[in-house]
C-alpha cells in the first residue's frame, strides 16, 4: 500500500479562482513528481522536485507552480484557473536510488467552469 | 514531446489468451518500467528492467527490452478479466537524475 495521499480527490471550480492541489507522503522519498493525465490517457511530466527546496519544470509547459519547502510535502497551485487547466493531476514520488518505483497519490480530477 | 509511445493504443483479447504491448523510446536510458492504471486512478508499478538487461520475468508478465531498437514489450500471458487495464511504460533517462516520463499507453480489455 503505498503512501502518498493526495486531496482533494475531485475539485469542481470557477475561472478565475486560486486553487492548491495538495500532495503528502510518509516514506520519506526525496523525489517527488507531477503528471497530468489527458482524459484520452496520454500523462505529461509537469513538475518534478529532487528534495527540499529543488523543483523542476517538466516537459510539459504548465501554468501552475510547485514548492517544496519539507520533503513529504509537494504542493500544486493554480494562481487563475481556466477551462484549459481541467485534467486529471497525478502525484508521485520515489527513493533515491536511480532504480527506484514511483509510488502514486489517487489523483485530483480537476474541472474548471 | 512524449518519451515513449505504445502500441497498440488499445486491445480486446479473451480470458486466457495473452497480450502484448509494444513501447518505443527516444533516448538512451537508465531503466524502464511498467506500470498499470485502473479506471483512471493511481498508476501502480509492475515490473522495472534496467538497461543492460535483455529480459525479464514476474509471475505471469514477461518483459524485454531492446537498446538497439529504443523499444520494450510487455506480455501478459493467460490474461484475466481483472487484468483489464491500462499499462504504461515510462523510463528514466540516462543521466537524468530519475526524471521519469512516460508513455502514452495501451487500453486492454480482457473479455470474460
Known amino acids: 500500500e503505498a503512501d502518498i495521499y493526495q486531496t482533494p480527490r475531485y475539485l469542481v471550480i470557477g475561472t478565475g479562482k486560486k486553487i492548491t492541489l495538495e500532495c503528502s507522503q510518509t516514506m520519506g522519498h526525496d523525489k517527488m513528481y507531477w503528471y497530468q493525465q489527458d482524459p484520452g490517457m496520454e500523462l505529461h511530466l509537469i513538475h518534478y522536485s529532487y528534495g527540499v527546496n529543488s523543483t523542476e519544470k517538466g516537459d510539459l509547459s504548465s501554468e501552475s507552480t510547485v514548492s517544496r519547502i519539507r520533503t513529504e510535502h509537494f504542493p500544486l497551485t493554480l494562481e487563475s484557473a481556466r477551462p484549459s487547466h481541467t485534467s486529471q493531476y497525478l502525484c508521485?514520488?520515489?527513493?533515491?536510488?536511480?532504480?527506484?518505483?514511483?509510488?502514486f497519490g489517487s489523483g485530483t480530477q480537476l474541472s474548471v467552469l | 514531446s512524449q518519451q515513449g509511445e505504445e502500441d497498440p493504443q488499445a486491445l480486446s483479447i479473451q480470458e486466457g489468451e495473452n497480450a502484448t504491448m509494444n513501447c518505443s523510446y527516444k533516448t538512451s536510458i537508465n531503466n524502464l518500467q511498467w506500470y498499470r492504471q485502473n479506471s483512471g486512478r493511481g498508476l501502480v508499478h509492475l515490473i522495472l528492467?534496467?538497461?543492460?538487461?535483455r529480459e525479464k520475468h514476474s509471475g505471469r508478465l514477461r518483459v524485454t527490452l531492446d537498446t538497439s531498437k529504443k523499444s520494450s514489450s510487455l506480455l501478459i500471458t493467460a490474461s484475466r478479466a481483472a487484468d483489464t487495464a491500462s499499462y504504461f511504460c515510462a523510463t528514466d533517462a540516462y543521466g537524468g537524475y530519475q526524471k521519469v516520463t512516460f508513455g502514452t499507453g495501451t487500453k486492454l480489455q480482457v473479455i470474460p
Open positions: 528492467i534496467r538497461s543492460n538487461e
Open positions: 508521485a514520488s520515489s527513493g533515491g536510488r536511480v532504480d527506484e518505483k514511483l509510488f
